[in-house]
């Protein structure tokens, strides 16, 4: 079974972080480039964060003005999201989905395999 499984969400006060992880099974990640995605209720989804094949290049919405760190581990075939300095606007679903090229890209377009998404509810 082709999967993207993502873990790691919950609900956590202002300030606070979380750890995402997005492990992948019957799905090869290397090669490939990585993005987590975030979609709020009545909101269309966004771009967060992307990461290359090989981990060296990463990129960032805007909002995330230094908070969240993206990295991968391909012997593991997982990707991860640190989120650190957690603010209520953050909450929302995160999906994280391999894109079909080795490097990022902010367009939903480009991903072909995405998880079912983690809750990740910031309370004030």
């Known amino acids: 079974q082709v999967q993207l499984a993502e873990s790691g969400g919950g609900l956590v006060q202002a300030g606070g972080s979380l750890r995402l992880s997005c492990a992948a099974s019957?799905?090869?990640?290397?090669?490939?480039?990585m993005g987590w995605f975030r979609q709020a209720p009545g909101q269309e989804r966004e771009f967060v964060a992307g990461?290359?094949?090989?981990?060296?290049?990463?990129y960032y919405a805007d909002f995330v003005k230094g908070r969240f760190t993206i990295s991968r581990d391909n012997a593991k075939n997982t990707v991860y999201l640190q989120l650190n300095s957690l603010i209520p606007e953050d909450t929302a679903v995160y999906y994280c989905?391999?894109?079909?090229?080795?490097?990022?890209?902010?367009?939903?377009?480009?991903?072909?395999?995405w998880g079912q998404g983690t809750q990740v509810t910031v309370s004030s």
């Open positions: 989905a391999r894109r079909n090229a080795p490097t990022w890209g902010k367009s939903v377009d480009g991903y072909d395999y």
């Open positions: 019957g799905l090869p990640l290397r090669r490939y480039a």
């Open positions: 990461i290359n094949w090989t981990g060296a290049g990463t």
